[in-house]
């Protein structure tokens, strides 16, 4: 009995060894058809593109250059575009391709991100989700290039002048017009441009920048965004601002010699400014900037005598107090 038990285990396992044996070679015939089926949808050589400029001022187009086999003339080729932070591609352009396999794709962008050339699918063909076409002469899309769009500033250069202690205000828009961004207002100094105001934008991008001028002189300006994810950073000259303080001043008419030994058109005398200084004066609502080209007045209390052409300019007749940068 122990015999004929120790014979049929034997023979189960051969029974299963051989199910076994059949299975394999039809898992992988699957395999092998699956594989050829996907040989069959693979596209074409790539189309090949390059961005003339990776970095755009806002407002401006971006090109794309590209090329294909010359067999793929007169195929669609389309513009892609994916935003930065985001994983959908949209077409933001449309295009043929040339007799010689060439082809140019223009585009206005307002963000940052990435770009691709693809050739769509003709009409009514099967296309994959990302929009390619999987019939095998297709050619693949183009290997995806990263463009920047620079911010853009709406902002008038003005010059400004105010008495030590007031304030002034830069206004301006930022483009693409956004809720939120940074804006700074700057001014060079030795240690480079340094920041004296800082706001955000508005809904409509709008802004306004002020700033208190605590000393005399003159401060050149510009704006200034850093950039972020969806734009790069830029800047634009908003002006310069002219601190001024009370002086005295006179006026005469210079038709004779001057101590410096020249005439200037706006010319100005003053006791001690080197020849040549440069001081600006506001009176009345007007702003006039003077030359140094003479001495005096003396007569005491006074400090500056301004020649005919800079007190017309002024509108200021007889011994009148006036702002002035220094």
């Given at each position: 009995?122990?015999?004929?038990?120790?014979?049929?285990?034997?023979?189960?396992?051969?029974?299963?060894?051989?199910?076994?044996?059949?299975?394999?070679?039809?898992?992988?015939?699957?395999?092998?058809?699956?594989?050829?089926?996907?040989?069959?949808?693979?596209?074409?050589?790539?189309?090949?593109?390059?961005?003339?400029?990776?970095?755009?001022?806002?407002?401006?187009?971006?090109?794309?250059?590209?090329?294909?086999?010359?067999?793929?003339?007169?195929?669609?080729?389309?513009?892609?575009?994916?935003?930065?932070?985001?994983?959908?591609?949209?077409?933001?352009?449309?295009?043929?391709?040339?007799?010689?396999?060439?082809?140019?794709?223009?585009?206005?962008?307002?963000?940052?991100?990435?770009?691709?050339?693809?050739?769509?699918?003709?009409?009514?063909?099967?296309?994959?989700?990302?929009?390619?076409?999987?019939?095998?002469?297709?050619?693949?899309?183009?290997?995806?290039?990263?463009?920047?769009?620079?911010?853009?500033?709406?902002?008038?250069?003005?010059?400004?002048?105010?008495?030590?202690?007031?304030?002034?205000?830069?206004?301006g828009k930022l483009d693409p017009r956004q809720h939120g961004r940074v804006v700074r207002l700057m001014t060079h100094s030795a240690h480079g441009w340094v920041t004296l105001a800082r706001t955000r934008t508005g809904r409509d991008g709008a802004f306004a920048l002020r700033y208190t001028m605590r000393t005399t002189g003159t401060r050149w300006l510009r704006v200034s965004f850093a950039g972020d994810r969806?734009?790069?950073?830029?800047?634009?000259?908003?002006?310069?601002?002219?601190?001024?303080?009370?002086?005295?001043?006179?006026?005469?008419?210079?038709?004779?010699?001057?101590?410096?030994?020249?005439?200037?058109?706006?010319?100005?005398?003053?006791?001690?400014?080197?020849?040549?200084?440069?001081?600006?004066?506001?009176?009345?609502?007007?702003?006039?900037?003077?030359?140094?080209?003479?001495?005096?007045?003396?007569?005491?209390?006074?400090?500056?005598?301004?020649?005919?052409?800079?007190?017309?300019?002024?509108?200021?007749?007889?011994?009148?107090?006036?702002?002035?940068?220094?």
């Amino acid at each position: 009995m122990r015999t004929k038990r120790n014979r049929r285990a034997p023979r189960a396992l051969q029974l299963a060894a051989g199910a076994l044996t059949l299975a394999v070679p039809t898992t992988a015939v699957v395999l092998q058809a699956t594989a050829a089926a996907a040989q069959g949808a693979t596209p074409g050589p790539s189309l090949r593109a390059h961005v003339v400029r990776r970095s755009v001022a806002f407002g401006s187009r971006v090109v794309v250059r590209g090329s294909a086999p010359a067999s793929d003339a007169g195929r669609a080729v389309q513009l892609q575009f994916e935003r930065a932070g985001s994983t959908q591609w949209h077409p933001v352009a449309r295009g043929t391709i040339g007799s010689r396999g060439h082809f140019t794709l223009r585009a206005s962008l307002r963000h940052s991100g990435l770009v691709r050339a693809i050739s769509p699918p003709p009409a009514g063909a099967a296309d994959t989700a990302a929009g390619v076409s999987t019939s095998a002469s297709a050619p693949a899309p183009s290997t995806p290039q990263a463009i920047g769009i620079r911010a853009g500033f709406q902002v008038a250069a003005r010059s400004y002048a105010v008495a030590a202690g007031h304030s002034i205000s830069v206004r301006g828009k930022l483009d693409p017009r956004q809720h939120g961004r940074v804006v700074r207002l700057m001014t060079h100094s030795a240690h480079g441009w340094v920041t004296l105001a800082r706001t955000r934008t508005g809904r409509d991008g709008a802004f306004a920048l002020r700033y208190t001028m605590r000393t005399t002189g003159t401060r050149w300006l510009r704006v200034s965004f850093a950039g972020d994810r969806a734009n790069r950073g830029t800047w634009a000259h908003a002006g310069r601002v002219t601190g001024l303080v009370y002086r005295v001043a006179s006026w005469y008419n210079d038709g004779g010699n001057t101590a410096c030994g020249f005439h200037a058109y706006y010319g100005v005398a003053n006791r001690t400014l080197p020849c040549g200084t440069k001081v600006t004066f506001e009176y009345g609502g007007h702003t006039v900037t003077a030359t140094v080209d003479d001495r005096g007045p003396y007569v005491g209390g006074r400090d500056y005598d301004l020649n005919q052409n800079v007190a017309g300019a002024l509108g200021m007749h007889g011994v009148a107090g006036v702002l002035a940068s220094i």
